[in-house]
C-alpha cells in the first residue's frame, strides 16, 4: 500500500481511509454530501497525490509522445496542458486518459495517469516516474482561486489548462489550472521529503478557510460534470469515440497507437456512444444496471449516483448511438426499475 506524504494531515483530521488504486487515501472528512456542495458553491481542496507522474524531458520529448498518444500537442504550446489518450494499438480501446503539463521550457512534459495505469504509460512513453517525489493538492470551487489567492497568488494566477512553475515561500511548485470537479481551480504539485506539502495544506485549510474534501466527492462532483472514469467509461474495450471523446483524437497526426482501429471504427460508425440518464427519485442508478427502452435492453450503466446538485439519480451509459435526447428509459435496480430519460451532458455545470 502507498501513502500520501500527507498521510499524517489526514489522519489527524479523523479523514475516513479507503485503499483507492494501492493507495490508502482520505473517501471523506466531514461527509461526501457536504463536500461536493462545498466544492459547487465555494471552494475545497483534495490530496490527489495518488494520481501518477511521469515526466519526460529533452529535446525528442514532444515527437515521443506525438508519436503514441491521440491528441495533437502541435494545437498547444509551452505553459499550456492538454487532456488526451494511450489507445491500444489493436483495437484502439483507452488503456489510460491523461492530462499532459506541458512547461514553459518547452523540452519538459508531465505526463499524468491514473493511480492503477502509471506502470503501463511509462513503458508506453519512457521517461521517469517521480509520483513519489511531490505532493499534489487540487484546489476547486467557484470561490477557489480567490481563497488561494490570500496564500499563494502566483497559483491563483494561474489560468485555465495553464501550467507555471510558481515559488511559496523559497519551495518550487508546479501548479497546472486543471481538475475533475468540473469547477474552476488549480492542481499544485509540491515537492515531497519535507514539510512543504504539510505547510501548503494548513495554509489552504487553516489561513485561507479552504475545506479538505475526500475522494467519494470527487467522484460525484466527476460524474456531474459528466466526466469520465477509467475502468467505468474508459478501459479495455471501450474506444474514445464510444466514450463521446472524439475530439480528443488527432486523426490528422500521421501516427499514433490505436490511429488505424480508430479510423476504421470512425468509418464504420460506433455500434455505441456513452450518454447522459436522469432518473427520477432518490435512489440512485449503479454501475452495470440494465438500461431498458420499450422494455428491451438497450445498455448498461457504467456509472451511476445520487446527484446532489439536481437531488435526483444520474447516470452515464452505453446506448445506442441513434438514440435521441429526451428517449425514456429504465434502469434496473435491486427489487424494481426506476424511470428516467437520456439528456445531454454535463448534467450540472460550473458554478464558478
Known amino acids: 500500500m502507498e501513502y500520501?506524504?500527507?498521510?499524517?494531515?489526514?489522519?489527524?483530521?479523523?479523514?475516513?481511509?479507503?485503499?483507492?488504486?494501492?493507495?490508502?487515501?482520505?473517501?471523506?472528512?466531514?461527509?461526501?454530501?457536504?463536500?461536493?456542495?462545498?466544492?459547487?458553491?465555494?471552494?475545497?481542496?483534495?490530496?490527489?497525490?495518488?494520481?501518477?507522474?511521469?515526466?519526460?524531458?529533452?529535446?525528442?520529448?514532444?515527437?515521443?509522445?506525438?508519436?503514441v498518444l491521440t491528441n495533437d500537442l502541435a494545437k498547444i504550446e509551452p505553459g499550456r496542458a492538454q487532456y488526451t489518450h494511450l489507445c491500444d494499438d489493436s483495437d484502439g480501446s483507452v488503456l489510460d486518459d491523461i492530462i499532459v503539463w506541458w512547461h514553459a521550457d518547452g523540452t519538459t512534459f508531465d505526463v499524468m495517469p491514473n493511480?492503477?495505469?502509471?506502470?503501463?504509460?511509462?513503458?508506453?512513453?519512457?521517461?521517469?516516474?517521480?509520483?513519489?517525489?511531490?505532493?499534489?493538492?487540487?484546489?476547486?470551487?467557484?470561490?477557489?482561486?480567490?481563497r488561494l489567492a490570500e496564500v499563494f497568488p502566483e497559483a491563483a494566477a494561474v489560468g485555465r489548462f495553464r501550467v507555471a512553475t510558481c515559488d511559496w515561500h523559497g519551495v518550487t511548485c508546479v501548479v497546472a489550472g486543471t481538475g475533475y470537479t468540473g469547477e474552476p481551480g488549480v492542481e499544485i504539485a509540491i515537492p515531497a521529503g519535507s514539510d512543504a506539502a504539510e505547510r501548503l495544506w494548513s495554509a489552504v485549510t487553516e489561513q485561507?478557510?479552504?475545506?479538505?474534501?475526500?475522494?467519494?466527492?470527487?467522484?460525484?462532483?466527476?460524474?456531474?460534470?459528466?466526466?469520465?472514469?477509467?475502468?467505468?467509461?474508459?478501459?479495455a474495450g471501450i474506444t474514445s469515440l464510444q466514450a463521446d471523446l472524439a475530439w480528443v483524437v488527432a486523426f490528422d497526426k500521421p501516427s499514433f497507437r490505436g490511429r488505424l482501429a480508430l479510423l476504421a471504427e470512425r468509418e464504420a460508425g460506433p455500434?455505441?456512444?456513452?450518454?447522459?440518464?436522469?432518473?427520477?427519485?432518490?435512489?440512485?442508478?449503479?454501475?452495470?444496471?440494465?438500461?431498458?427502452?420499450?422494455?428491451?435492453?438497450?445498455?448498461?450503466?457504467?456509472?451511476?449516483?445520487?446527484?446532489?446538485?439536481?437531488?435526483?439519480?444520474?447516470?452515464?451509459?452505453?446506448?445506442?448511438?441513434?438514440?435521441?435526447?429526451?428517449?425514456?428509459?429504465?434502469?434496473?435496480?435491486?427489487?424494481?426499475?426506476?424511470?428516467?430519460?437520456?439528456?445531454?451532458?454535463?448534467?450540472?455545470?460550473?458554478?464558478g
Not at 48 to 55: A, I
Not at 219 to 229: I, K
Not at 311 to 335: C, K, N, Q, S, Y
Request: glycine share 14%.
Open 208 to 235: 485561507a478557510g479552504i475545506a479538505p474534501a475526500g475522494l467519494g466527492a470527487r467522484d460525484t462532483l466527476r460524474l456531474e460534470a459528466g466526466l469520465p472514469l477509467h475502468g467505468h467509461e474508459l478501459g
Open 115 to 146: 493511480a492503477s495505469n502509471t506502470d503501463g504509460v511509462r513503458a508506453a512513453i519512457g521517461g521517469d516516474e517521480i509520483t513519489h517525489d511531490r505532493a499534489v493538492l487540487a484546489v476547486q470551487g467557484p470561490e477557489a482561486k480567490a
Open 271 to 351: 455500434s455505441r456512444k456513452l450518454r447522459g440518464i436522469a432518473t427520477e427519485g432518490r435512489r440512485p442508478p449503479r454501475a452495470e444496471s440494465a438500461v431498458l427502452i420499450d422494455g428491451e435492453v438497450a445498455g448498461a450503466v457504467t456509472s451511476g449516483n445520487f446527484s446532489p446538485m439536481l437531488g435526483h439519480g444520474i447516470a452515464l451509459a452505453f446506448l445506442p448511438p441513434d438514440v435521441a435526447d429526451g428517449t425514456a428509459v429504465e434502469v434496473e435496480v435491486r427489487g424494481g426499475r426506476l424511470t428516467g430519460q437520456v439528456v445531454a451532458t454535463p448534467f450540472v455545470r460550473s458554478g
Open 4 to 67: 500520501s506524504p500527507l498521510d499524517a494531515v489526514h489522519r489527524a483530521l479523523g479523514a475516513k481511509m479507503v485503499p483507492f488504486g494501492g493507495w490508502d487515501m482520505p473517501l471523506e472528512y466531514t461527509g461526501t454530501l457536504a463536500e461536493h456542495t462545498a466544492c459547487r458553491t465555494d471552494a475545497v481542496v483534495f490530496d490527489v497525490s495518488h494520481l501518477g507522474t511521469v515526466r519526460l524531458t529533452g529535446s525528442d520529448a514532444f515527437d515521443r509522445l506525438q508519436g
